[in-house]
């Protein structure tokens, strides 16, 4: 079902898994953010994004790729109508 509340996705275009933690992170492009889902978990959480489209520190504007490195910890997001990538 699409919509925008933790348990749901708006055109959802990548994943990547920790292997670690188990995370899934999702690209939810049409919502402009990143969530984070756990195995077997009712809803997700905002790790990135969110608050609208924009270019502000707090936003993104239509997610696609994410790359998770592990050993920086870091997600890196392919930001597309931003034409940049945001770590």
Do not use: C, K
Not at 46 to 52: I, T
Not at 71 to 80: D, K, R
């Amino acid at each position: 079902v699409n919509g925008s509340s933790n348990n749901q996705l708006n055109f959802p275009f990548d994943v990547a898994r920790d292997p670690n933690s188990g995370a899934l992170y999702i690209s939810d492009s049409w919502n402009h953010r990143i969530m984070s889902y756990f195995v077997n978990a009712s809803s997700g959480t905002v790790v990135a994004g969110g608050s609208g489209p924009g270019t502000n520190n707090s936003q993104l504007n239509y997610p696609i790729g994410i790359y998770l490195d592990l050993p920086s910890n870091s997600l890196f997001i392919a930001n597309y109508n931003s034409n940049n990538v945001v770590r």
